[in-house]
Protein backbone atom coordinates (compact mmCIF):
# COMPACT_ATOMS: atom_id res chain seq x y z
CA UNK A 1 0.00 0.00 0.00
CA UNK A 2 1.61 3.58 -0.99
CA UNK A 3 2.10 5.35 1.99
CA UNK A 4 1.25 9.68 1.98
CA UNK A 5 4.92 10.13 1.79
CA UNK A 6 4.57 7.57 -1.21
CA UNK A 7 1.84 9.75 -2.64
CA UNK A 8 3.37 13.21 -2.70
CA UNK A 9 6.79 12.38 -4.02
CA UNK A 10 4.41 10.92 -6.92
CA UNK A 11 2.51 14.06 -7.15
CA UNK A 12 5.65 15.93 -6.82
CA UNK A 13 7.02 14.17 -9.97
CA UNK A 14 4.29 14.49 -11.80
CA UNK A 15 4.32 18.09 -11.00
CA UNK A 16 8.15 18.53 -12.56
CA UNK A 17 7.30 16.45 -15.26
CA UNK A 18 4.32 19.17 -16.43
CA UNK A 19 6.76 21.70 -16.27
CA UNK A 20 9.08 20.03 -17.97
CA UNK A 21 6.92 19.49 -20.83
CA UNK A 22 5.61 23.46 -20.99
CA UNK A 23 9.47 24.74 -20.85
CA UNK A 24 9.47 26.39 -17.54
CA UNK A 25 12.01 26.40 -14.73
CA UNK A 26 12.35 23.21 -12.61
CA UNK A 27 10.13 23.64 -8.84
CA UNK A 28 8.17 26.83 -10.54
CA UNK A 29 4.89 25.12 -9.05
CA UNK A 30 4.30 24.80 -5.60
CA UNK A 31 2.34 22.22 -4.26
CA UNK A 32 -0.31 22.81 -1.92
CA UNK A 33 -1.59 19.55 0.21
CA UNK A 34 -5.33 19.43 0.57
CA UNK A 35 -5.83 18.49 3.80
CA UNK A 36 -9.35 18.94 4.73
CA UNK A 37 -11.68 16.48 6.17
CA UNK A 38 -8.50 14.71 6.93
CA UNK A 39 -6.93 13.70 10.38
CA UNK A 40 -3.81 15.66 12.18
CA UNK A 41 -1.74 12.88 11.66
CA UNK A 42 -2.09 13.12 8.55
CA UNK A 43 -0.96 16.06 8.62
CA UNK A 44 2.21 15.48 10.76
CA UNK A 45 2.84 11.99 7.52
CA UNK A 46 3.47 14.51 4.98
CA UNK A 47 4.99 17.53 7.20
CA UNK A 48 7.57 14.86 8.01
CA UNK A 49 7.69 13.88 4.00
CA UNK A 50 8.87 17.69 3.51
CA UNK A 51 5.50 18.98 2.74
CA UNK A 52 5.17 22.86 4.16
CA UNK A 53 2.09 23.96 2.80
CA UNK A 54 -1.21 23.27 3.69
CA UNK A 55 -4.93 24.07 2.49
CA UNK A 56 -8.17 23.90 4.34
CA UNK A 57 -11.79 24.73 3.60
CA UNK A 58 -13.82 24.51 6.48
CA UNK A 59 -12.73 27.28 8.90
CA UNK A 60 -13.42 25.70 12.52
CA UNK A 61 -11.89 22.40 11.26
CA UNK A 62 -8.86 24.48 10.24
CA UNK A 63 -8.38 26.23 13.00
CA UNK A 64 -8.14 23.12 15.32
CA UNK A 65 -5.78 21.48 13.19
CA UNK A 66 -3.35 24.82 13.34
CA UNK A 67 -3.89 24.69 17.26
CA UNK A 68 -3.10 21.05 17.30
CA UNK A 69 -0.37 21.71 15.10
CA UNK A 70 1.45 24.94 16.38
CA UNK A 71 4.41 23.61 17.51
CA UNK A 72 5.41 22.73 13.74
CA UNK A 73 5.73 26.62 13.38
CA UNK A 74 6.84 26.54 9.31
CA UNK A 75 4.01 25.24 8.18
CA UNK A 76 1.74 27.54 5.63
CA UNK A 77 -1.39 27.43 6.40
CA UNK A 78 -3.80 28.06 3.73
CA UNK A 79 -7.62 28.64 3.68
CA UNK A 80 -9.58 27.80 0.53
CA UNK A 81 -13.15 27.45 0.94
CA UNK A 82 -15.60 29.83 1.02
CA UNK A 83 -15.72 32.33 4.27
CA UNK A 84 -19.11 33.66 5.38
CA UNK A 85 -18.77 37.30 6.88
CA UNK A 86 -19.32 36.27 11.03
CA UNK A 87 -16.55 33.82 10.62
CA UNK A 88 -13.32 36.42 8.82
CA UNK A 89 -11.97 36.93 12.58
CA UNK A 90 -11.11 33.53 13.00
CA UNK A 91 -9.43 33.46 9.39
CA UNK A 92 -7.47 36.22 10.44
CA UNK A 93 -6.64 35.16 13.53
CA UNK A 94 -5.25 31.99 12.40
CA UNK A 95 -4.57 31.86 8.72
CA UNK A 96 -1.44 32.72 6.63
CA UNK A 97 -2.55 32.74 3.80
CA UNK A 98 -6.45 33.38 2.63
CA UNK A 99 -7.14 31.90 -1.37
CA UNK A 100 -10.38 32.69 -1.67
CA UNK A 101 -11.45 36.42 -1.16
CA UNK A 102 -14.43 36.37 -3.18
CA UNK A 103 -15.73 39.57 -2.63
CA UNK A 104 -14.93 43.35 -0.55
CA UNK A 105 -16.41 42.90 1.96
CA UNK A 106 -14.37 39.64 3.09
CA UNK A 107 -11.17 41.70 2.64
CA UNK A 108 -11.99 44.56 4.72
CA UNK A 109 -13.04 42.24 7.68
CA UNK A 110 -9.86 40.20 7.08
CA UNK A 111 -7.85 43.48 6.97
CA UNK A 112 -9.70 45.12 10.34
CA UNK A 113 -9.62 41.77 12.08
CA UNK A 114 -5.85 40.62 11.44
CA UNK A 115 -3.84 40.83 14.78
CA UNK A 116 -1.08 43.65 15.37
CA UNK A 117 1.84 41.29 16.16
CA UNK A 118 1.00 38.60 12.87
CA UNK A 119 2.25 39.72 9.33
CA UNK A 120 0.30 40.86 6.71
CA UNK A 121 -2.55 37.89 5.95
CA UNK A 122 -1.58 36.81 1.98
CA UNK A 123 -4.64 36.71 0.09
CA UNK A 124 -5.59 36.28 -3.79
CA UNK A 125 -8.69 36.71 -4.67
CA UNK A 126 -11.14 33.82 -6.12
CA UNK A 127 -11.66 34.76 -9.71
CA UNK A 128 -15.38 33.54 -11.65
CA UNK A 129 -13.72 33.75 -15.35
CA UNK A 130 -16.45 31.47 -16.94
CA UNK A 131 -18.97 34.02 -14.95
CA UNK A 132 -21.32 31.04 -13.80
CA UNK A 133 -24.01 32.24 -11.62
CA UNK A 134 -23.76 28.90 -9.22
CA UNK A 135 -20.05 29.77 -8.88
CA UNK A 136 -18.34 32.55 -6.36
CA UNK A 137 -15.62 34.46 -7.56
CA UNK A 138 -14.80 38.07 -8.29
CA UNK A 139 -15.83 38.30 -12.23
CA UNK A 140 -13.37 39.99 -14.36
CA UNK A 141 -14.68 43.31 -14.99
CA UNK A 142 -15.02 43.55 -11.10
CA UNK A 143 -11.06 42.40 -11.05
CA UNK A 144 -9.82 46.21 -10.64
CA UNK A 145 -11.47 47.55 -8.69
CA UNK A 146 -10.85 45.04 -5.81
CA UNK A 147 -7.00 44.75 -6.67
CA UNK A 148 -7.04 48.75 -6.12
CA UNK A 149 -8.61 48.18 -2.66
CA UNK A 150 -6.99 45.37 -1.03
CA UNK A 151 -3.65 46.96 -2.36
CA UNK A 152 -4.56 49.56 -0.15
CA UNK A 153 -4.95 47.92 2.87
CA UNK A 154 -1.70 47.73 5.09
CA UNK A 155 -3.03 44.46 7.00
CA UNK A 156 -3.15 42.45 3.79
CA UNK A 157 -0.62 41.17 1.14
CA UNK A 158 -1.89 40.39 -2.45
CA UNK A 159 -0.19 37.93 -3.62
CA UNK A 160 -1.69 36.54 -6.80
CA UNK A 161 -5.31 34.98 -8.07
CA UNK A 162 -7.11 31.73 -7.79
CA UNK A 163 -9.47 29.86 -9.42
CA UNK A 164 -11.29 26.65 -9.88
CA UNK A 165 -11.86 25.95 -13.36
CA UNK A 166 -15.05 23.73 -14.48
CA UNK A 167 -13.96 20.25 -14.43
CA UNK A 168 -16.53 18.51 -16.53
CA UNK A 169 -16.04 20.61 -19.73
CA UNK A 170 -14.21 19.40 -23.01
CA UNK A 171 -9.93 20.41 -23.77
CA UNK A 172 -10.76 23.74 -25.63
CA UNK A 173 -12.73 24.80 -22.68
CA UNK A 174 -10.12 24.41 -20.19
CA UNK A 175 -7.65 25.32 -22.30
CA UNK A 176 -9.63 28.81 -23.20
CA UNK A 177 -10.60 29.29 -19.33
CA UNK A 178 -6.62 29.06 -18.16
CA UNK A 179 -5.08 31.36 -20.82
CA UNK A 180 -7.97 33.96 -19.75
CA UNK A 181 -7.22 33.24 -16.45
CA UNK A 182 -3.07 33.43 -16.92
CA UNK A 183 -3.30 36.96 -19.28
CA UNK A 184 -5.34 38.23 -16.31
CA UNK A 185 -2.51 36.97 -13.95
CA UNK A 186 0.25 38.48 -16.37
CA UNK A 187 -1.68 42.18 -16.58
CA UNK A 188 -2.22 41.92 -12.47
CA UNK A 189 1.71 41.51 -12.15
CA UNK A 190 2.51 44.49 -14.35
CA UNK A 191 0.39 46.34 -12.67
CA UNK A 192 1.28 45.05 -8.28
CA UNK A 193 4.51 44.69 -6.95
CA UNK A 194 4.99 41.17 -5.15
CA UNK A 195 2.44 39.06 -7.33
CA UNK A 196 3.53 35.63 -7.44
CA UNK A 197 0.77 33.59 -7.24
CA UNK A 198 -1.33 31.71 -9.79
CA UNK A 199 -2.95 28.93 -7.83
CA UNK A 200 -4.85 26.77 -10.01
CA UNK A 201 -5.11 23.14 -11.18
CA UNK A 202 -6.05 20.10 -9.39
CA UNK A 203 -6.09 16.63 -10.12
CA UNK A 204 -7.67 16.41 -13.17
CA UNK A 205 -6.42 19.67 -14.78
CA UNK A 206 -3.31 19.64 -13.08
CA UNK A 207 -0.87 19.48 -16.83
CA UNK A 208 -3.01 21.82 -18.45
CA UNK A 209 -2.58 24.34 -15.91
CA UNK A 210 0.62 24.75 -15.52
CA UNK A 211 1.24 24.56 -19.39
CA UNK A 212 -0.59 27.58 -18.83
CA UNK A 213 1.38 29.56 -15.65
CA UNK A 214 -0.05 27.91 -12.90
CA UNK A 215 2.26 28.41 -9.98
CA UNK A 216 0.59 26.61 -7.41
CA UNK A 217 -1.50 23.51 -8.24
CA UNK A 218 -3.95 22.29 -5.25
CA UNK A 219 -4.35 18.35 -4.66
CA UNK A 220 -5.93 16.52 -1.74
CA UNK A 221 -7.46 13.15 -3.10
CA UNK A 222 -3.91 11.88 -4.88
CA UNK A 223 -2.04 12.59 -1.45
CA UNK A 224 -4.34 11.27 1.63
CA UNK A 225 -6.41 9.13 -0.48
CA UNK A 226 -10.86 9.71 -0.77
CA UNK A 227 -12.63 11.85 1.63
CA UNK A 228 -14.74 9.81 3.17
C1 LIG B 1 -10.94 20.02 -2.11
C2 LIG B 1 -10.27 21.09 -2.90
C3 LIG B 1 -9.09 20.81 -3.61
C4 LIG B 1 -8.48 19.43 -3.70
O1 LIG B 1 -9.35 18.55 -4.35
P1 LIG B 1 -8.95 17.02 -4.61
O2 LIG B 1 -9.96 16.60 -5.62
O3 LIG B 1 -9.10 16.30 -3.32
O4 LIG B 1 -7.56 16.96 -5.11
C5 LIG B 1 -8.48 21.87 -4.27
N1 LIG B 1 -8.98 23.12 -4.25
C6 LIG B 1 -10.11 23.43 -3.57
C7 LIG B 1 -10.61 24.83 -3.59
C8 LIG B 1 -10.78 22.42 -2.89
O5 LIG B 1 -11.91 22.73 -2.24
Redesign the pocket.
Known sequence: MQTIADRLTNARQEIEHAIANAHRPAHCVRLLA?S?TKPVSDITAAYEAGQRQF?E?YIQEGVSKIEQLKTLTDIEWHM??PIQSNKTKLVAEHFDWVQSVDRLKIARRLNEQRPAHMPPLNVCIQLNVEQEATKSGIVPDELADIVDAITAMPNLRLRGLMA?PAANVGETQQRETLSRLQTLYEQLQAKVDGIDTLSVG??NDMTLAIAHGSTMV?????IFGA?G
Open positions: VKGNIGIMSRIGTAR
